[in-house]
């Protein structure tokens, strides 16, 4: 068991259903920010696009609506901390949704990333109940500070260059009991991560997330592969396996990264 608050009472959201026009808030922490920098982590986006746009899903469905995928890209870094979200419908099948997610710093109105993500209805009348209610009940908490960073908190652990670990648990689990779609992300952007060196920091401005099946066992374990693209950009892929269960594949993604220094305005190493 964790003594921890459930990850997303960190994430300081706040979203509202105006007769199905999905809308949140968010003030991002430091520690919820990309090492070294002063905006969001790409993880920390997909968790807020999986939260809102797996809510509105879930509301349209009337059932739960486990993540199929999902893909964050970020424009330039924002001005402020402060963000407002924007959901959107782009396919609402019987069993299939699409969600388009838009979101803009405040005082601004031109976006400066988006995400796409597809949901899957599930039928089963014994989760539904439990499920919205989840949702309501994290959005009603107040937000808890967060004294360490998002990956440390959620027990992320760096095992070897460019390989990460991540154990299921109480604060990082959706409601239906399997490790969030989020997390998932933000243990394939830490992998990503690792792989370059202290000289050579990259952070990642753009996921692209393909959940396979759930990490039954664990711990869940993200590799990741460089391709180097240019000295400022790269591209990597990443695997994900369930390594308690034969290394069974669970997450396959692809992400973009830049230089830090590049991506501050600054002069690349």
Known sequence: MSDHPHFSEHLDFRWNNDDGHFTARAEVQPTLCAPGTEWPRAGVLAMYADNLGG??????????????????????????????????????GRSIAVAETWFTAEGEDEPFAMAVASHMKMG???ERKFSLGYAEVRRAKPTAILDEPIETRAGITVVAPATVEIAAAPHVINGIG?????????????AVESAFTDDDPHVVTGLDVRYLSS???GPARAVANVLRGD????H?????????????????AFATTRARGAAQGEEAP
């Open 124 to 126: 089963d009348r014994a």
């Open 231 to 234: 000295p400022t950009d790269a």
């Open 178 to 190: 399997t490790l969030h779609g989020g997390v998932l992300a933000l243990l394939t952007e830490r």
């Open 55 to 92: 809510f509105m899903c879930s509301v349209g469905f009337g059932t739960p609506a486990p993540t199929l995928d999902l893909s964050v890209h970020v424009f330039r870094r924002p001005p402020s901390r402060v963000l407002h979200l924007e959901s959107r419908h782009l396919r609402k």
């Open 215 to 217: 990490p039954r066992i």
């Open 236 to 252: 990597c892929w990443v695997e994900v396996v369930d390594t308690g269960d034969g290394d069974r594949p669970v997450v396959h």
